[in-house]
């Protein structure tokens, strides 16, 4: 059975940093695309970061770059997302998901294939 579990979701203050993990099980990802999105409460799921199966390529919204940063250890099964300068706004619930082709450009919830089950994060004051 193919897992995706997320880890490292908490309570920060504003301006701190968290780094998420997702690890996957059940069959190797190394040749896959990765990524990460997020889903405020009342919002659409949204796009965060993207990284391709070596981690030579990575993508981020827009609005996130210089702040969250995408990477990966294949032999750890393992992505991460270090957030760093966090926002109130950022409080979310982040999944993490796996693509079935290793190009990271892809900023669509149905162009993949996997899912976690989500790690929540706030941020406060």
């Known amino acids: 059975q193919v897992q995706l579990v997320e880890s490292g979701g908490g309570l920060v203050q504003a301006g701190g940093s968290l780094r998420l993990s997702c690890t996957t099980s059940?069959?190797?990802?190394?040749?896959?695309?990765m990524g990460w999105f997020r889903q405020a409460p009342g919002k659409v799921r949204e796009f965060v970061a993207a990284?391709?199966?070596?981690?030579?390529?990575?993508y981020n919204a827009d609005s996130l770059k210089g702040r969250f940063i995408i990477s990966r250890d294949n032999a750890k099964n393992t992505e991460y997302l270090q957030m760093n300068s966090l926002k109130l706004e950022d409080s979310a619930v982040y999944y993490c998901?796996?693509?079935?082709?290793?190009?990271?450009?892809?900023?669509?919830?149905?162009?993949?294939?996997?899912w976690g089950q989500g790690t929540p994060v706030t941020v406060s004051l």
């Open positions: 998901a796996a693509r079935d082709d290793s190009s990271a450009n892809a900023r669509l919830e149905r162009q993949y294939l996997y």
């Open positions: 059940g069959r190797t990802f190394s040749s896959n695309a």
């Open positions: 990284i391709n199966w070596n981690g030579a390529a990575t």
